[in-house]
C-alpha cells in the first residue's frame, strides 16, 4: 500500500519538476505533455505492479504483457515525436523489463528473461500506429507533439533529463516496492495470506474425517509446539488428549459401567475401583484371563512352539486392588514421575480387564525378554491372533509408558489386522480412528 503511495507522489513530482523545466526553456506549460507523462508513468508503475507476478508465462500472459505496452508505444510517439522516440521506446521499455524482473526476483524468486522481449514488442506495435497516425493525419500530429527550441549542442543527459529522471524514479520504486515486500511489509500481501492461511487451516482440519469442530483450537497450538508433526497426527494425537497432562482429572473418563470388555485403557480412560471384567478362566498356572484371551493365547504359543520357541505367563489379570499395591510398592523406590512410565495407577491398567498379559520366554523374568527370538516372534506375528504389543518402542508420548515388548493385549483379530495393515501403532490412535469416529 505504502509504496503505491510513493510511487503515485514520485509521479506528481517528477511532473512538477518537469513542468518547471519546460518553464524555464520556453516560457510556457505544455499540459498535453505534462498529463501524457504523468499518465505514462502510473501507467508503468501499473505494469511493473501488474508483471512482475506473472512469472509463469502463459500464451494468455504473454500476449496481454505485449498487449498492455502497446498504449504507450502510441503515446509517446505523438508526444515526442518520431527520431526520439525511437531512442526513448527502447530505453523505456527495457529499463521497464528490467525493474519487472528484479521485482519477480526479490518476490518470487524467479526471472524470465523473455520479459525483456515483451515491452519492445508492445511499444513497437504501438510506435507503427502512431506513426500510421501521424502520417495519415499531420493535424494530429501538430497538434500532439512537442517542438522543443533546440539551444545550441545539448549534451546527451541535457537532452533526456527528463526521461532519466522517470527511469530513475521507475527503478527507485521498484527496489522500495521489492524492499517492502521481501521485508514482508506489504499489506495487502499480508492480508491476503492471513486469510488464506486461515481459510486452509480450516480446511486442512475439515478434509481429517476425525478432527473435531470444537478441537481446531486445540489442534493449532498442539502444532504450534509441534511443527515436525503431520496435520493428521496432530489431530488424532489431540483427540486422544495428548495434548493435556496425563491423569488430569478434567480428561479422565470412566469407562461405561456396563461393559465388561473396555477397548481402551490408558491415563485417560480408566475402570471403576469395584470393575469386574468379563468371566475369568485359567490360562496358564494360577494365572486367570478372559475365555477369548485364553483361546488366542493358546493358538498363538501352540504356533510358536512349533517353531521350538516357548513363553510363559509373568502377569495377566489384576484387580484395582492388587494394582494399587504394586504401584505404592513401586513408590517406595522412584520416583511418581519415574513409576508412572513403567506402572499403571490403580485402576488405569490394561491388566483389570483380564485382556492383557505379560510374557517372557524365562519364567517370572520380564526384563530377559526384550531382543529374544520369542519377542521377535510376537512382535512379528502376535496381530494373527488377535493380540498386540500395546507399549511399542518409541511410543511413550502416546502411551504414557515405556517400550513394553512383553506387555500383549488381546483386542480381537478385526482391530489387530486393521492396525498391523494401516501401521497404527497404538490403541490411542486406532480408537480415535476407527471407533470415536467413523471414515
Ligand atoms: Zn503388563
Not at 512469472?55 to 496481454?64: C, K, P, R
Not at 515526442?80 to 525493474?99: D, P, S
Request: hydrophobic letters at 40%; glycine letters at 4%; proline letters at 2%.
Amino acid at each position: 500500500m505504502i509504496y503505491y503511495l510513493i510511487g503515485i507522489l514520485a509521479v506528481a513530482a517528477i511532473q512538477v519538476i518537469s513542468a518547471i523545466k519546460q518553464y524555464e526553456n520556453n516560457g510556457k506549460l505544455n499540459k498535453i505533455h505534462i498529463v501524457a507523462a504523468s499518465a505514462s508513468s502510473i501507467y508503468l508503475v501499473a505494469m511493473i505492479e501488474v508483471f512482475h507476478r506473472k512469472t509463469e508465462y502463459t500464451i494468455g500472459n504473454m500476449l496481454a504483457m505485449i498487449f498492455l505496452f502497446v498504449p504507450m508505444g502510441i503515446v509517446i510517439p505523438l508526444v515526442y515525436g518520431r527520431i526520439r522516440t525511437i531512442q526513448i521506446n527502447v530505453l523505456i521499455a527495457e529499463i521497464t523489463a528490467i525493474a519487472i524482473m528484479i521485482l519477480s526476483k526479490i518476490t518470487a524468486h524467479k526471472v524470465n528473461f523473455l520479459m525483456l522481449l515483451f515491452p519492445l514488442i508492445g511499444w513497437g506495435c504501438g510506435f507503427l500506429i502512431s506513426t500510421s497516425i501521424a502520417s495519415v493525419s499531420p493535424e494530429i500530429r501538430r497538434r500532439f507533439i512537442i517542438r522543443k527550441k533546440k539551444k545550441g549542442h545539448l549534451s546527451l543527459i541535457h537532452r533526456y533529463e527528463w526521461e532519466i529522471v522517470m527511469m530513475a524514479f521507475m527503478i527507485l520504486f521498484s527496489m522500495t516496492s521489492g524492499l517492502e515486500r521481501a521485508a514482508g511489509k506489504d499489506f495487502n500481501q499480508t492480508l491476503k495470506n492471513a486469510i488464506s492461511t486461515n481459510e486452509k487451516k480450516e480446511n486442512k482440519y475439515e478434509d481429517i474425517y476425525y478432527a473435531d469442530v470444537d478441537k481446531y483450537k486445540r489442534y493449532d497450538a498442539y502444532a504450534k509446539l509441534h511443527p515436525e508433526m503431520s496435520t493428521e497426527d496432530v489431530v488424532w494425537r489431540v483427540d486422544a488428549n495428548l495434548d493435556q497432562e496425563f491423569y488430569d482429572d478434567d480428561y479422565v473418563e470412566y469407562v461405561d459401567e456396563n461393559t465388561d470388555k473396555p477397548l481402551l485403557i490408558n491415563k485417560f480412560h480408566r475402570v471403576s475401583d469395584d470393575y469386574e471384567p468379563e468371566e475369568l478362566v485359567t490360562i496358564e498356572g494360577k494365572y486367570v484371563a478372559t475365555q477369548e484371551t485364553t483361546d488366542a493365547y493358546q493358538r498363538l504359543t501352540r504356533d510358536l512352539q512349533s517353531q521350538g520357541m516357548k513363553i510363559y505367563i509373568v502377569s495377566s489379570y489384576r484387580s484395582t486392588k492388587y494394582q494399587k499395591k504394586l504401584y505404592n510398592g513401586y513408590l517406595k523406590k522412584d520416583s511418581k514421575s519415574k513409576v508412572d512410565t513403567y506402572s499403571s495407577r490403580p485402576g488405569y491398567s490394561e491388566h483389570h480387564t483380564g485382556r492383557a498379559l505379560d510374557i517372557s520366554q524365562v519364567s517370572g523374568n520380564l526384563d530377559m525378554f526384550e531382543g529374544s527370538d520369542e519377542a521377535k516372534w510376537v512382535y512379528e506375528n502376535a496381530y494373527k491372533y488377535g493380540f498386540i504389543v500395546r507399549y511399542m518402542e518409541d511410543q511413550i508420548d502416546v502411551t504414557g509408558y515405556i517400550f513394553e515388548p512383553w506387555h500383549i493385549v488381546y483386542v480381537g483379530t478385526d482391530i489387530s489386522y486393521k492396525m498391523h495393515d494401516e501401521n497404527i501403532k497404538t490403541l490411542e490412535e486406532y480408537v480415535v480412528k476407527y471407533v470415536d469416529h467413523t471414515p
